[in-house]
């Protein structure tokens, strides 16, 4: 169903699949592993900078630095992905499977494979590097529990590549 998601975009249908992936860890386990900590918070945007900044610097000349993504894409990358992706995949499954480096591992795969539509139905090859930042993003939930760190670095690596994306293609995927 969230492959479905990845793959086309039916307008309320686009809205109904974070529910489900919000849903699901909170009914199959009465929570979802969100806390509001400073240091989870700092390690979250930490993380982000240590990882993401190379790209931004190495992979974008200045002179082609994208303009800021629409506030209502950014909100829905926030919201709409990055939060259920995480609540879903690092709070529900890697808890499922373990929270440790085999949990990691076996999340970042399906995780991975959660964005093969996007390259069989839009020759997107980039959809099935996710498996590398969901390994980071397994590693922070593993260190802290908390999806919160993980939150923030989808959502940083997801406007970056969106603004990159754009840069190469002419294009933003996921524009309401």
Known sequence: MV????AFSFG???YLIPFFLMAVPFFMTNSINIKLKMRDLFYGVLMSVIVLLPFWLFLWPAENRPQLIPLQVMVFQ???ISLPEEAYFRGFLQEILGNNI???I???ILF???HLPQLIFYGDGYALLTFFPSLVM???YMQTSNILP???FHFSANILFLGLYDILSHRIFFVL
Do not use: D, N, Q
């Open 78 to 80: 926030l919201i709409g």
């Open 12 to 14: 309320v249908f686009k």
């Open 138 to 140: 397994g590693f922070m």
């Open 106 to 108: 076996v999340t970042s």
């Open 102 to 104: 085999r949990g990691v």
């Open 3 to 6: 492959s479905v998601y990845h």
């Open 150 to 152: 993980s939150v923030i």
């Open 112 to 114: 991975a494979l959660m």
